[in-house]
């Protein structure tokens, strides 16, 4: 369990692929994470099995609630990045609609804009055919990146459930975090483990 930042209102961890947010099929990321520092944490956010990289938890119910309401009223800057190959219908700009249950627990984007999910992005070619997208979501849908990376023509490398190329991994992360707390300002920033350059 890899700890970003410790302070005493809440703890910073730099979360895994592959282990689900809750225990739903053995013990899960937050319960790991409490056995290994031995005390109860606040949930003010999550992350998707799947996805790696930086994840905030509260000490108190009373942080869990003020951390929690800057991410709904969307005052924190989160940054995620994203590989995958072919070309996308565009380069960079928003990504924005409606998005609804599809199947085989997926979700779809739709042409509606009633409550969106809204995602801007800039990507850059680092081989032949593969880019790498840095992801900046306005909201915080489930699921919310992956439709939106799907949307583009260019599924996340090894996200299956969307259509992507079979990879060891489904290639997104939370990189950064930026946000005021108590007078604070707060930029904590995390790398992933699938760069292109580790591609091999």
């Known amino acids: 369990m890899q700890i970003l930042l410790d302070n005493d209102s809440f703890i910073i961890f730099n ?6 947010f809750h225990s739903d099929d ?3 990321f937050m319960a790991n994470c409490e056995k290994e520092i031995g005390y109860k944490l606040h ?42 190959y072919g070309k996308p219908l565009k380069k960079q700009g928003t990504i924005k609609g409606d998005m609804e249950k599809s199947r085989r627990g997926s979700y779809k984007l739709l042409r509606s804009n009633l409550n969106p999910a809204i995602t801007r992005f800039t990507s850059e070619l680092v081989e032949p055919g593969l880019r790498l997208y840095t992801l900046h979501p306005v909201t915080g849908k489930t699921h919310q990146l992956r439709v939106a990376m799907k949307s583009l023509g260019t599924p996340i490398l090894g996200d299956k459930l969307y259509g992507g190329i079979e990879f060891e991994r489904v290639c997104l992360h939370s990189h950064r975090l930026e946000f005021s707390f108590m007078g604070e300002d707060y930029s904590v920033t995390s790398d992933p483990d699938f760069l292109p350059w580790n591609l091999g």
Not at 15 to 20: A, C, L, R, T, Y
Not at 76 to 84: D, E, R
């Open 26 to 28: 053995g013990p899960g």
């Open 15 to 20: 979360k895994p692929h592959g282990i689900s």
């Open 43 to 84: 949930s003010v956010h999550r992350l998707d099995k799947v996805t790696s990289g930086i994840i905030i938890f509260a000490k108190s119910n009373e942080v869990a609630k003020d951390l929690s309401a800057l991410f709904r009223d969307e005052k924190i800057n989160k940054t995620y990045l994203a590989l995958a």
